[in-house]
């Protein structure tokens, strides 16, 4: 299953200083966000409990420690999340971080994990600016947040994930061969949704469709019908909304419903609104199709990913999402690079509050990270200098009934990017 990219030093792998080393989650599971955070948190505990079993690390028993980021509004905070990782670089057992799941938690997040520093591996953020400045991804110029992402200009966040700037443009293409020409656009005002909403929206004026309009409307906002009765004068193709399914990708689709004119409309999104909530809350309601696009590969197509859908629904009660073999990955590939970093010489943290061991630890952690060669269950896992997949791939989804009748997210295509 592993394949190290880096070479041992011939020292041995038995580590000196403490027997425990924690692996750390930042995801929201819990409240609004918890049918897509929690599916991915029991991804990762996977990992950890195999690991354990199969004695992956000898000598090593691996801790497991999740952290919740949702915070009052019953969704995903920032606030909260760069508490959680405050709390866990002070802790020097903790060796990396699965996480965090929404790119505007990551934007609260990456100053704190680049200073200490300490790996993050977001099985799930896909805003290119959290790693890119360039022009061709939207992120130069007053865009650029790398300086304040990535204070010690060195790298420490890594993703599996596929970047909207990719994302955006596969929704629009497969909406766009669907027979939609005039769509209306709406985001929740926040880092992924803005910034997936402006690349559909490049990528669909780029094929000769119309944008109607764009709206940005927060998170918060608890009826949506007044927009949607405007959007209807102007006689829509589709509506793609921009954002996660508790920033109101639910929402929206339900009051389409009740609008004339939009009931039966198409409805798309990107991976945000790819959940098992969503589905079930949708699906029976009826109404137009709805097509979601998610930045990893689709597990159905991966042989390699069988065993571990068998393992996960053994072990667990939450319904598997499409991100839970990606956080599967990232917490295989934490572990690997935690066995290559002792197997090269790097020493365990004499206990919880060893600072200095800590940091010496980390960093070498995070230079396993960077050279991984991964063959995982969402495929061959490598990062470039930016910290970001070499493994880029596009999944359309449909909703629909499953193979036992239950709502859920049909695989409709996979688009490879080059």
């Not at 991804?43 to 090593?60: D, E, M």
């Amino acid at each position: 299953m592993f394949v190290v990219g880096t070479t041992s030093s011939g020292s041995s792998s038995t580590p000196t200083g403490s027997k425990t080393i924690k692996i750390a989650t930042e995801l929201p599971v819990s409240g609004k966000d918890e049918s897509s955070g929690k599916p991915a948190e029991d991804g990762a505990h996977l990992a950890v409990n195999q690991a354990n079993a199969n004695h992956t690390i000898p000598g090593i028993t691996l801790q497991f420690v999740p952290k919740d980021d949702v915070g009052p509004s019953g969704t995903h905070d920032p606030t909260v999340g760069a508490s959680n990782v405050t709390a866990l670089v002070s802790d020097a057992l903790v060796a990396g971080i699965v996480g965090p799941f929404n790119s505007s938690v990551a934007k609260a997040e990456m100053p704190i994990s680049n200073q200490a520093p300490i790996a993050q591996i977001s099985p799930a953020n896909t805003n290119p600016c959290l790693t890119k400045d360039t022009d061709a991804s939207g992120c130069s110029g007053k865009n650029n947040l790398l300086p304040t992402l990535r204070p010690t200009n060195k790298v420490s966040y890594f993703r599996v994930a596929t970047t909207d700037d990719h994302q955006g443009p596969a929704g629009a293409d497969y909406l766009y061969k669907q027979g939609a020409k005039k769509v209306y656009v709406i985001d929740d005002a926040e880092t992924y949704g803005i910034g997936i909403a402006n690349t559909f929206v490049g990528e669909w004026q780029k094929l000769g469709g119309t944008v109607l309009g764009h709206s940005s409307e927060p998170g918060a906002t608890t009826s949506f019908v007044s927009l949607l009765t405007q959007v209807a004068s102007m006689h829509p193709d589709a509506i793609y909304f921009g954002g996660v399914d508790s920033t109101g990708g639910t929402l929206v689709r339900q009051q389409m419903r009740q609008v004339p004119g939009l009931a039966n409309l198409p409805y798309g999104g990107g991976d945000g609104i790819v959940t098992p909530s969503f589905a079930s809350t949708i699906q029976p309601t009826g109404g137009g199709p709805v097509y979601g696009t998610v930045a990893v590969v689709d597990t159905s197509k991966n042989p390699n990913a069988q065993t571990f859908v068998q393992k996960y629904k053994a072990a667990f009660t939450d319904p598997i999402n499409v991100y839970s073999a990606a956080s599967y990955d990232c917490a295989n590939i934490l572990i690997q690079a935690i066995k290559t970093a002792l197997a090269n010489g790097a020493h365990t943290p004499s206990d919880s509050s060893d600072a200095a061991g800590a940091k010496a630890f980390r960093t070498a952690v995070i230079a396993a990270v960077q050279n991984i060669q991964y063959d995982g269950v969402t495929g061959h896992q490598s990062f470039d200098a930016n910290g970001d997949t070499n493994l880029k791939v596009i999944t359309v989804y449909k909703m629909g009934l499953n193979a036992q009748s239950k709502p859920d997210w049909l695989f409709e295509a996979q688009v490879n990017v080059k």
